[in-house]
């Protein structure tokens, strides 16, 4: 697996915004779906958002309209941009790529994150 390091979760309160980044090491190379998922507390991990190598998104229903979703594909790097946070996103929140080429070599098997912490207060 590839090893994922995420930043920028914490504690905000409801309304206020959080950018999260996820940053894979810069020997990957062809990277193919880049994602965010969370996990809340007895829950099932669910996805947040999804991005293409190309740019496109896709959201679940509950980040449509108030998070976005990015990557720079030169850093390796996506992020999620969470505005109007509402305590029902309080989660760990974990980020994954699909796919990717290290070397002379392709991984097919997902890789994730450790997690970052987000927790909204009312």
């Known amino acids: 697996q590839a090893q994922l390091v995420e930043s920028g979760g914490g504690l905000v309160q409801a309304g206020r915004s959080l950018r999260l980044s996820c940053a894979a090491p810069?020997?990957?190379?062809?990277?193919?779906?880049m994602g965010w998922y969370r996990q809340a507390p007895g829950e099932q991990r669910e996805l947040v958002a999804t991005i293409t190598t190309e740019g496109t998104p896709t959201y679940a229903d509950s980040a449509k309209g108030r998070f976005t979703i990015s990557r720079d594909n030169a850093k390796n790097t996506v992020y999620l941009q969470m505005n109007r946070l509402r305590p029902e996103d309080t989660a760990v929140y974990y980020c994954?790529?699909?796919?990717?080429?290290?070397?002379?070599?392709?991984?097919?098997?997902?890789?994730w994150g450790q997690g970052t912490q987000v927790f909204v207060s009312p």
């Open positions: 994954t790529i699909d796919r990717y080429c290290e070397g002379n070599g392709c991984y097919l098997l997902p890789s």
């Open positions: 810069e020997r990957l190379y062809s990277i193919n779906v």
